[in-house]
């Protein structure tokens, strides 16, 4: 499985948008990159996936760059209640889902 | 459809019991897996099955362990219980397991164990 580093943490306001960056330089050709949110005392949840280019759903977009050895989500106006934990994940469709990471802690305020 | 459902919701053992968490999938989904989350480790991967079979392993010891059912529903037991084994169970649902392109993991609330 892909290593991946992201922040740990972020800091933004409501309405602002909120771009989280995540590495992954040993990305395999295989692999695909998919993102996960995580509330307090909830089990994660799916927010996006996405193997190239750009990838846009209801509540966000994932750009990846050609080389693929970096993707960032991006939340677009965040809320309060997009205060939580976003964890990146690197791997062949459903081997992803082996290794969590620590996630970055994104605090919205108002 | 109904989600992934845990049972129980919070639990609480004495050092060197044991114990066994429920998992109910969302009806069709074939893979269970299992994951521990504590504040300093944040969340690992225990093990998954897919019809009945264990396809994967996280790195633990062999007090966890687990089994699924015809039906899919799964269990995970831990024995001897230790106080490091204080965490936030969660279990996820998905239609394929791992190497198929059915991607998306359904979470369900989880299992508090507390150890004392």
């Known amino acids: 499985l892909a290593k991946t580093t992201q922040p740990i943490s972020m800091d933004s306001y409501e309405g602002q948008e909120v771009n989280i960056t995540c590495s992954h330089n040993?990305?395999?050709?295989?692999?695909?990159i998919t993102w996960y949110q995580q509330f307090p005392s909830q089990g994660p949840r799916f927010i996006i996936q996405?193997?190239?280019t750009k990838v846009t759903n209801e509540v966000a977009s994932l750009f990846i760059p050609a080389d693929r050895k970096s993707s960032t989500l991006s939340l677009p106006r965040v809320s309060l209640s997009d205060t939580a934990v976003y964890y990146c994940?690197?791997?062949?469709?459903?081997?992803?889902?082996?290794?969590f990471g620590a996630g970055t802690t994104v605090t919205v305020r108002a | 459809k109904a989600g992934v459902t845990q049972t129980p919701r919070y639990l609480i053992k004495t050092r060197g019991q044991q114990v066994t968490l429920s998992c109910s999938p969302i009806?069709?989904?074939?893979?269970v897996s299992w994951y521990q989350q504590t504040p300093g480790q944040g969340l690992q991967f225990l093990f998954e099955?897919?019809?009945?079979?264990?396809?994967n392993k996280g790195n633990f010891p062999g007090r966890f362990s687990g089994r699924q059912f015809s039906n899919s529903r799964s269990e995970m037991n831990v024995s001897t219980l230790e106080l490091g084994d204080s965490a936030l169970y969660l279990c996820?649902?998905?239609?394929?397991?791992?190497?198929?392109?059915?991607?998306?993991?359904?979470f369900g609330q989880g299992t508090r164990l507390t150890v004392v």
């Open positions: 009806s069709g989904h074939r893979s």
């Open positions: 099955y897919f019809s009945e079979t264990q396809r």
């Open positions: 996405g193997y190239k």
């Open positions: 994940l690197v791997g062949f469709p459903n081997d992803y889902k082996l290794s």
């Open positions: 996820a649902s998905s239609l394929g397991s791992t190497g198929t392109t059915n991607t998306e993991a359904f």
């Open positions: 040993n990305i395999a050709t295989n692999d695909y």
